[in-house]
């Protein structure tokens, strides 16, 4: 069954452009021009992934993406005209699971779309649960409680905790993990994956600032003890 995109541009070339491409790739695609509109489609049609431009006119796409994210796990890519390092890492630290910036290539978009996707819906062939300290991981329903309450995190925060449990005690460099949980070696930058660590330790860890399952290899990577 095709995955379904919201697309959420306010540029009408543009997001006719992106959608009769990604159409064209096979998926489901619904289109808002406003971050009120994509509020309202993201509810009610239950999206495979979101699109989502961040200059909207109307709600700010920071707050569109927040708001996504409070609700659940859909993944969430983010297309953006601002291309500085920080704001890269600004768009992950809201709860982005990759970032585009304009211009792009469709051909780029699409590879990111589809990588997404295949993170989003990997499921590995080991156990289906996991235990770490008071956190309980289940692999088949992507949840996770701490302490019996519901932690939330982004889908691709849950594939990189999923990536540490599969791979417990072993270093993983971070070239590698961008490799292997995102889908593709050449990411604009390697600090993408000290942001997601930062916050998984800040879900998940007892003390943060002293973490003692997610595990810095200085000069490496890190590693998951559990």
Sequence with gaps: MAATILLVEDERKLRELVRSYLERG????????????????????????????LGLP???????????????????LMLTAKASEDDRIRGLELGADDYVTKPFSIRE????????????????????GYTFGDVEVN??????????????????????????LCHS??????????????????????????????RIRQKLEPVPDQPRFFLTVHGVGYKFVG
Excluded: C
């Design 109 to 128: 978009l699409l590879a990111r779309v589809k990588a997404v996707l295949r993170r989003a819906q990997t499921v590995p062939k080991e156990q289906d």
């Design 139 to 164: 692999l088949r329903s992507y949840q996770v409680m701490r302490g019996g309450k519901a932690v939330e995190l982004s889908s691709t925060e849950f594939e990189l905790l999923k990536h540490f």
């Design 58 to 76: 109307d709600v700010p796409g920071e707050t569109v993406a927040r708001e996504l994210r409070s609700r659940g796990a859909t993944p969430i």
């Design 169 to 198: 005690g072993e270093t993983l460099s971070r070239d590698r993990l961008l490799d292997e949980v995102w889908g593709y070696e050449n990411f604009p930058t390697t600090r993408t994956v000290d942001a997601h660590i930062v």
């Design 26 to 53: 096979g998926f489901t695609v619904l289109s808002a021009s406003s971050g009120a509109e994509a509020l309202s489609l993201a509810g009610s049609a239950e999206p495979d992934l979101v699109v989502l431009d």
